[in-house]
C-alpha cells in the first residue's frame, strides 16, 4: 500500500483536537481519575519501565486493528485473543492503540486487555491534553504514549507532570534528533525512537537506531515500528538495543505468540 499523504500526522492531530472539543469532559472526571490513581497505588502498579529493564530482548506487543499507511492489519482482529497470545510468547508489555478515526481503535479494549494478562498495559493514542490522561488512569492503563512532535512547547513537560501525578508511565516518543534535544532534559525514563516519520509513515530503522544510540544508559530506549523479523532484532542487538516496540509483523503473523516468542529468544 502506498503511503498516505504527508500531512497525516496533522490531520490526525486535529481530528483529535475536533474531538475534545465536541466532547465536553465530565465536571468530575479528574476527580474520579485521581481517585483512581490514589486505589492504583495501594494495590501496586505494573511498571512498563521494571518490564522494560529486565534481562534479554523485551518486547512491547501491539494490539492495533488497522493504520492509516497499511491498511487493515488482521481479520478478525480480537484484541483479547491477541493479548493471550502475546502474554504466552513472551511479551514484557502491551500496546494498545485506541484512536478510533484513522485506526478503528477502542479505549474501552485498554481494560479489557488489562483484565486478561498480568503485564503492563500502555494506551496508545495521540494525547494532547491532561484530561485525556485522566481518561486512561479511569481506563485502567498502566502506561501511555506522548508524541513529543505534537506536544510543542511546555505542553510536553505539562503532560509527564501530569500523568507522574497519576502514576502514569510514559512512553516518550521521538523522530528526529531535535525531537530528542526536547525530550532528554525532561528526564523522561523511556523513550521511545519511532522510525516511522508519522508525517509521511515512511520507515528507516537504521537512522533510528542511530538516534536511540544517543539515549543515555540510565534511561530506556525502545525502538519502534519496522522490525519485521528475526533478522532485524539480531542486527539490533549488535547495536546494543534491546527494547522494541512490534506492532505489524506479530498482528499479520498467522501465529502472533510463535512470531513473537523467536523475537524474544532468536
Known sequence: MSAPD?????????????????????????????????????????????????????????????????GWLRTPFDPLELARAYAAGGAAAISVVTEPRFFAGEPAWVAEVRDVVSLPVMQKDFLLAPRQLFEAVLLGADAVLLIARILPGEQLAEMLAVADALGLEALVEVHDEADLERVLPLGAAIVGINSRDLRSFGVDLDAAASLAERVPPDRVAVLESGISGVADVHRMLERGL????????????????????????G
Open 6 to 70: 504527508a500531512d497525516v500526522l496533522a490531520r490526525i492531530v486535529e481530528a483529535v483536537r475536533d474531538r475534545l472539543a465536541s466532547e465536553p469532559p465530565p465536571a468530575d472526571l479528574e476527580r474520579r481519575a485521581r481517585a483512581a490513581a490514589e486505589g492504583r497505588r495501594t494495590a501496586g502498579r505494573r511498571s512498563l519501565l521494571a518490564a522494560l529493564a529486565a534481562p534479554g530482548v523485551r518486547v512491547i506487543a501491539e494490539c492495533k486493528r488497522r493504520s492509516p499507511s497499511a
Open 242 to 265: 534491546r527494547q522494541f516496540l512490534v506492532g505489524e509483523h506479530l498482528l499479520r503473523s498467522p501465529d502472533p505468540a510463535a512470531a513473537l516468542a523467536a523475537l524474544v529468544t
